[in-house]
């Protein structure tokens, strides 16, 4: 049965933790929804994870709809959030709900997502009347990183302060869930306890109703460091690595393929093949 909006709320009341990670193509998608993951976030990560970029900041709209209508044409259970990519909702109220609107038309999706603190509420107020949800993002907000840089976020008062505050604000909005990345998990769990709406962490301890991970990162194909909070589940790099070697020297070698990977004719049609080739020769 599909995974809703409403049934994420009841896991969180119920205290059923939510396990997210991100999807960018319909392999991926079948293979992740199939394995039992509630939601699956098309992330802006798409840049810097799949397209080669160094950060989110280039992404645009039409890159985003391509690869989540990938994603939920792969999903039969999981919920699919659309990643709404820079500039794509900042500049003002109605271009931000006309661009979540694709998002959801074009792709399928069920839900948009959206960085940044109560400044956005308004933003968030005007999708959710539009009848889209909305799951915030708060902390470590990659589309930030020429203001914030790649730190965690939270540690003083003030700006321990300032993410309650925002929260608290984008939930009064109408937000139905929310992000916390890299904020220490002693804020993450007081979080927690005061929201309503599912708090996913990453990199924010183990306190928050779910958790959410760049897929590439957990399984070892993002081709960098990792970062402190990731934890490397399978080496799937060093499979692939290992098949792809024995593909080239079987290839190199003419190991493969044998005939057991080949398609079969008649005998007869070989032989009336060769004997018009050979009547060619003689004209």
Known sequence: ????????????????????????????????????????LVGDSLGNVVL?????????MDQMIHHAAAVVRGVERALVIFDMPFMSYQASV??????????????????????GGGRFADVVRAMVDSGIPVCAHLGLTPQSVNIIGYKAQG?????AKEIEDDALALQAAGASMVVLECVPWMLAKHLTSI?????????AGPDCDGQVLVLHDMVGLSGRKPPKFVKTFVNANALI?????????????????TTEHSFTIQESIVKRLKAAAKNRKKK
């Open 1 to 40: 049965m599909k995974v809703t909006v409403g049934e994420l709320t009841e896991m969180k009341r119920n205290g059923d933790k939510i396990c997210m990670l991100t999807a960018y193509d319909t392999p991926t998608a079948r293979l992740l929804d199939e394995a039992g993951v509630d939601v699956l």
């Open 52 to 60: 080669g970029y160094k950060d989110t900041l280039p992404v645009t």
């Open 94 to 115: 109605e271009e931000a709900v006309r661009n979540a609107g694709r998002a959801i038309k074009e792709t399928g999706c069920n839900m948009v997502k959206l960085e």
């Open 155 to 159: 540690k003083q008062y003030e700006k």
């Open 195 to 203: 929201l309503e709406m599912p708090t996913i962490g990453i990199g």
């Open 241 to 257: 690595s290992k098949g792809v070697k024995q593909y080239v020297k079987e290839v190199k070698t003419s190991a493969y393929p």
